[in-house]
């Protein structure tokens, strides 16, 4: 793609209205141009292109300041859609969002990432197609697919770099295939910097605000966004969280680095000091199978916040392991704000939310300098797969970095609308 | 200041062309276009520009391509200059470097940051006058001085927020009143974080990479740069590698860490594990004094590059645990590169740079995705003053982003040439 800088400074003016736009709600030209430093002219030609292409409408007066009445202008929430897909190993959730990124259709189901590729794919893609028919969609507006999921990745051709949760899976090009059976573009990216940026589209992040996410499903990953773009690295793999090691002198883990922050704090974890624990294990009627150690964890995050002692003692341990692992995040990425999202948080999170505040309040390095929030995700559960719709509206709507070689690629035949 | 984009967007322009300038060494306008991307005009334009305010100069032709021979730029090394001071807990080094970086003065000696800061801050004035009259350097070409050291900072207002070495250190305005003394202007950063940019400057990094550094003095601290831009956070202080937790089950720091890096791997938890080995003692003669253990430190890692076994086996036990640093580093921050910089490298760095390369290679997470190369910094034990004075031409020549409230600032009476 040619990257003239004008081009991309024009995509960046109006990329840049659209998300004070969305972030306001609904503001006035003149609030737009004091928000972005633009001019009154420019914000007026950008705001015109805007309700031209159906993305913003005007909506009423804003409150008189004894002048002439301003006309606010707010998103068009039905101009377009995007779907967003987790594919985690036990559940696959597919969300459509609005323009505004709120969520119009959910649903998710079981056992897909443990089938080949080649499979599991083509049923995702007749979910999706299912889902947009309940919820009315027309398919010309969407403009694509977000397709997140754990573990290394080559975002550029979108294919995943583990052998997780099976060998298949390995190399295959998953974002390409999905893109093919949809005709629709879908871009790959990792979860928790999916529920990470989801954050920043719809809970109450300030715009440059540096913050992190600590995302909590089967494993553990992470996000950083610093003023509303994720934090990539050299090739998009980072802020691995769950992977970095807490303990030197820890057992090795299948990833080739010792003492993960997973094997200590993560579901299987728990699932697995519980069994070590008959009384426990017997009380909460654990019976975990290979896949489906979830619904154990669960039973035990729920005895923890009904006052089971023991139950409570693991949750604690977790949340203390998880509060060491946040606490190296503050200390290397200077945060403000660490959010929790993803279905592991859902049960007993205020038990992990309050343990976390209290190390990193004690053993962030800079806390002299500033506070660092511990906050639940306003997404919870399907923060990821919230998360990845939201990473389609921002690529194709807001940012403009063509050069960018480590910003997800739509990947696909379909022209986006 | 007044943040209007035009303005920020020909200040970026012209930053750009210098930086591609700079980074090429000599080049031509036609070059430069299809290296930024400006249109020939543009280029044509900030050339003219430059050239009148004596930063760049002409030098002569091209190799001859068939066509008209090109006429090549570069920059004018006399045509600024800028200061580097670094404040460690034992010494102080200056450096005066030209536009490009290079060193052209330095000097160091002892004991400064033992003092309280309005003895220690003249002293550091005075050195830094006769060092500039020494190389014979136009006060007026000076464009500002980069102080640099460790600990959390207030680099806004020019304050260190820890009353490390001394309390009296804590919350004094350290910039401020160092710029009253000189009469140019400061900025305060952290010494890791100007060594890690230093290299982007002077060493072989690509322009878009993404890399770290490790910095080890009498501390250990470090430094992440994104597209030639250190990562800065929320607060400025981050990647504080050295109170990163690598074991859980460790003993609390002073910071209100556990387990941190600092008390496993740096120089003083050497010299205290190679006290506890009386043989080794004896033979090497140790005796450290309070704040004398990094002549203790250096001996031992001469000793261990002599073949010592007991003495090898500590820094090779030092270099593992900076080594799994190095893979929290590198999973979290997804680097491309690892830069090993400062005086504590200076001597058993090859050993240091092997060792760590190891772990680097075995347990980083998205170790499939890339390679992650671990290197000795260019700028060896000076790394953090020249990276200081770095910090200064950047701030002042290639970066424009006036919005960013955490890039560090320059304050002072004067105003910039």
Redesign the interface.
Same mark, same amino acid.
């Given at each position: 793609m040619a990257?003239?800088?004008l081009w991309a400074?024009r995509l960046k003016t109006r990329g840049l209205v659209l998300d004070v736009i969305r972030s306001a709600r609904a503001t006035s030209r003149v609030e737009l141009a004091a928000a972005?430093?633009?001019t009154g002219a420019t914000i007026s030609e950008v705001v015109r292109e805007l309700i031209a292409d159906g993305l913003v409408v005007e909506v009423g007066r804003g409150a008189p300041t004894g002048g002439k009445p301003r006309t606010l202008v707010q998103l068009n929430p039905q101009a377009r859609y995007s779907v967003g897909v987790q594919l985690e190993r036990n559940t696959c959730v597919i969300v459509v969002v609005d323009l505004t990124g709120r969520q119009v259709a959910r649903t998710s189901f079981q056992g897909t990432a443990m089938m080949p590729p080649e499979r599991a794919l083509p049923l995702v893609a007749s979910q999706v197609e299912a889902l947009l028919a309940t919820a009315a969609v027309d398919r010309g507006k969407v403009l694509g697919v977000g397709l997140v999921g754990y573990g290394?990745q080559?975002r550029r051709v979108g294919t995943l770099?583990t052998p997780q949760p099976t060998e298949e899976w390995l190399g295959y090009p998953v974002a390409p295939r999905l893109a093919e059976s949809l005709g629709l573009p879908v871009l790959l990216d990792n979860d928790a910097a999916a529920a990470a940026i989801g954050e920043y589209w719809l809970g109450a992040v300030a715009p440059?605000?540096? $913050?992190g996410c600590i995302y909590m499903a089967t494993g553990i990953g992470?996000g950083v966004v +610093?003023a509303g773009e994720v934090?990539?690295? =050299?090739?998009?793999? =980072?802020?691995?969280?769950g992977?970095? =090691?807490?303990?030197?002198?820890g057992e090795e883990c299948p990833?080739?680095? +010792?003492g993960c922050l997973e094997n $200590?704090a993560g579901p299987s974890a728990l699932v697995r000091q519980a069994m070590a624990m008959p009384e426990l294990a017997q009380r909460l009627a654990l019976a975990p199978t290979d896949d489906g150690f979830l619904t154990e964890f669960a039973r035990i995050a729920a005895a923890a916040n009904a006052g089971d002692p023991e139950a409570r003692d693991l949750v604690e341990r977790s949340a203390r392991?998880l509060g $060491?692992a946040a606490?190296?995040?503050s200390?290397?990425?200077? +945060?403000?704000t660490i959010v929790l999202a993803g279905p592991s948080f859902a049960v007993a999170g205020s038990i992990y939310q309050a343990v976390i505040q209290q190390e990193v309040d004690?053993?962030?390095?800079?806390?002299? +300098?500033?506070p660092v929030r511990v906050v639940p995700s306003v997404n919870g559960s399907d923060a990821a797969a919230i998360g990845g719709a939201v990473l389609v509206l921002q690529s194709e709507l807001t940012l403009a970095h063509p050069?960018d070689?480590v910003r997800p690629l739509l990947v696909g035949t379909g022209e986006s609308p």
């Amino acid at each position: 793609m040619a990257t003239s800088p004008l081009w991309a400074s024009r995509l960046k003016t109006r990329g840049l209205v659209l998300d004070v736009i969305r972030s306001a709600r609904a503001t006035s030209r003149v609030e737009l141009a004091a928000a972005t430093g633009l001019t009154g002219a420019t914000i007026s030609e950008v705001v015109r292109e805007l309700i031209a292409d159906g993305l913003v409408v005007e909506v009423g007066r804003g409150a008189p300041t004894g002048g002439k009445p301003r006309t606010l202008v707010q998103l068009n929430p039905q101009a377009r859609y995007s779907v967003g897909v987790q594919l985690e190993r036990n559940t696959c959730v597919i969300v459509v969002v609005d323009l505004t990124g709120r969520q119009v259709a959910r649903t998710s189901f079981q056992g897909t990432a443990m089938m080949p590729p080649e499979r599991a794919l083509p049923l995702v893609a007749s979910q999706v197609e299912a889902l947009l028919a309940t919820a009315a969609v027309d398919r010309g507006k969407v403009l694509g697919v977000g397709l997140v999921g754990y573990g290394p990745q080559d975002r550029r051709v979108g294919t995943l770099l583990t052998p997780q949760p099976t060998e298949e899976w390995l190399g295959y090009p998953v974002a390409p295939r999905l893109a093919e059976s949809l005709g629709l573009p879908v871009l790959l990216d990792n979860d928790a910097a999916a529920a990470a940026i989801g954050e920043y589209w719809l809970g109450a992040v300030a715009p440059r605000s540096t $913050y992190g996410c600590i995302y909590m499903a089967t494993g553990i990953g992470g996000g950083v966004v +610093v003023a509303g773009e994720v934090y990539r690295g =050299s090739s998009s793999n =980072s802020v691995e969280i769950g992977h970095i =090691s807490i303990d030197v002198n820890g057992e090795e883990c299948p990833c080739g680095n +010792v003492g993960c922050l997973e094997n $200590y704090a993560g579901p299987s974890a728990l699932v697995r000091q519980a069994m070590a624990m008959p009384e426990l294990a017997q009380r909460l009627a654990l019976a975990p199978t290979d896949d489906g150690f979830l619904t154990e964890f669960a039973r035990i995050a729920a005895a923890a916040n009904a006052g089971d002692p023991e139950a409570r003692d693991l949750v604690e341990r977790s949340a203390r392991h998880l509060g $060491y692992a946040a606490v190296t995040m503050s200390t290397l990425f200077d +945060v403000d704000t660490i959010v929790l999202a993803g279905p592991s948080f859902a049960v007993a999170g205020s038990i992990y939310q309050a343990v976390i505040q209290q190390e990193v309040d004690r053993r962030t390095f800079a806390r002299r +300098v500033h506070p660092v929030r511990v906050v639940p995700s306003v997404n919870g559960s399907d923060a990821a797969a919230i998360g990845g719709a939201v990473l389609v509206l921002q690529s194709e709507l807001t940012l403009a970095h063509p050069q960018d070689g480590v910003r997800p690629l739509l990947v696909g035949t379909g022209e986006s609308p």
